[in-house]
């Protein structure tokens, strides 16, 4: 790794600091090195607040070495106005001749104007630094910009003859000694996936989800954001006690008509879903400006996004249960690209790339 290549990478590490709290804006971080040493850093934090090169400009204590230092970022600077200032402008006005980026912003409102407007303040530029890892660490953002839709997580617990929940039998079989659901995974690959929803700007479940396991889709056993709700009932069927309408997280119901809710939370978006379901909810869901969603749904919801090939990585949990019969797992025709164990819990992990 050459230094260039060590600089970028720790501002890739700064931020990822930033995952589940900087949406709508990309994981940002910056490093300014001055005799080869690092005098600054920061990380975009939250939307509205400063941007990581803002952050990194303002830790460096003597300010007057900015003359003479580089600075690193992941992602090309912006150089427009948003609730922020452009930070080409502060880079330029700090008189900071190198300017080293990981990068390209897809946005069109950036989208190579930032280091064109370096470049004609006579800055010396370094584009494509760690290039695939800058890409990766923003893959929620560029997916949104360039497919021009939530970039989609599918997950699922099965079990270790490959079904999803148990048949009616199974459940009598224990006697009602546990309540329901009847939990497939143990409770560490259970807080993973509470860690998972506080990363993710939204999860998504289906009708028979909520009505089955009247689920809150929060992160109570971690700490963070709840994510934004997206439950599709088309025909209407969840009843107005259930959890996802609590006024708690913001909640979009997608459905064929409206319903009366006697709660201020949810927000209606009516789709007429007859084909091509999942881009429909793919569509409505970038309507409402998200950048990545985790769909836990049932098999139906599950399959739809499979079937469509709409999906960007699949997280499968394998318990050491067994049900024999029950509702199968989603049928997955990929390769898995990682696998792991959380205590005696399988996961494993694929990413689409057709």
């Known amino acids: 790794m050459n230094t260039h290549e060590k600089y970028i990478s720790r501002c890739i590490q ?11 804006n990309p994981l940002v971080g910056s490093v300014i090195v001055y005799d080869n040493k690092i005098i600054g850093e920061g990380w975009h934090r ?6 990581a090169e803002v952050n990194a400009i303002n830790s460096v204590k003597d300010k007057s070495l900015l003359k003479k230092a580089t600075i690193y970022v992941s992602l ?24 080293v980026i990981g990068t390209v912003d897809p946005n069109v409102k950036v989208a190579g104007n930032g280091i064109k407007k370096l470049i004609e303040a006579g800055l010396n530029v370094n584009v494509g630094i760690l290039e695939d890892e800058c890409n990766e660490l923003n893959k929620r953002f560029f997916t949104f910009h360039q497919k021009k839709r939530p970039y989609i997580i599918l997950k699922w617990a099965e079990s270790q003859d490959g079904f999803i929940a148990p048949d009616s039998t199974f459940r009598e079989s224990l006697n009602n000694n546990v309540s329901k659901p009847v939990w497939i995974t143990n409770p560490y690959s259970r807080q993973l996936v509470h860690k998972w929803r506080s990363e993710e700007q939204a999860i998504l479940v289906g009708t028979q989800t909520v009505i089955d396991d009247n689920p809150k889709l929060d992160v109570r056993d971690w700490t963070g954001n709840n ?10 069927r969840i009843p107005n006690d259930s959890h ?21 939370n949810p927000i209606f978006e009516i789709v007429v879903l007859e084909k091509n379901i999942a881009t429909q909810l ?8 998200i950048q990545s969603v985790i769909i836990e ?21 394998s318990g050491k249960t067994s049900f024999i019969k029950g509702t199968k797992a989603p049928t997955l ?9 959380i205590c005696q819990d399988e996961l494993k992990i694929a990413r689409n790339h057709d």
């Open 297 to 317: 749904g049932g098999l139906q919801t599950l399959q739809t996004f499979i079937d469509a090939n709409l999906w960007d990585e699949a997280r499968v949990f």
């Open 14 to 24: 700064l931020a990822k600091n930033g995952l589940g709290t900087s949406y709508p």
């Open 244 to 264: 996802i309408f609590d006024n708690q997280p913001k909640t979009i119901v997608i459905s064929k008509k409206m319903r009366v809710v006697l709660r201020e």
């Open 76 to 99: 090309e600077p912006c150089s427009h106005f948003g609730k922020t200032p452009p930070c080409c402008d502060l880079i330029i006005k700090n008189k900071i001749p190198n300017v």
């Open 333 to 341: 025709r990929k390769s898995y690209c990682q696998n792991q164990l």
């Open 46 to 51: 939250k939307a509205g607040e400063p941007h």
């Open 227 to 236: 994510p934004i709700r997206v439950v599709l009932d088309q025909n209407n």
């Open 282 to 289: 793919a569509e409505a869901m970038y309507r409402h400006q």
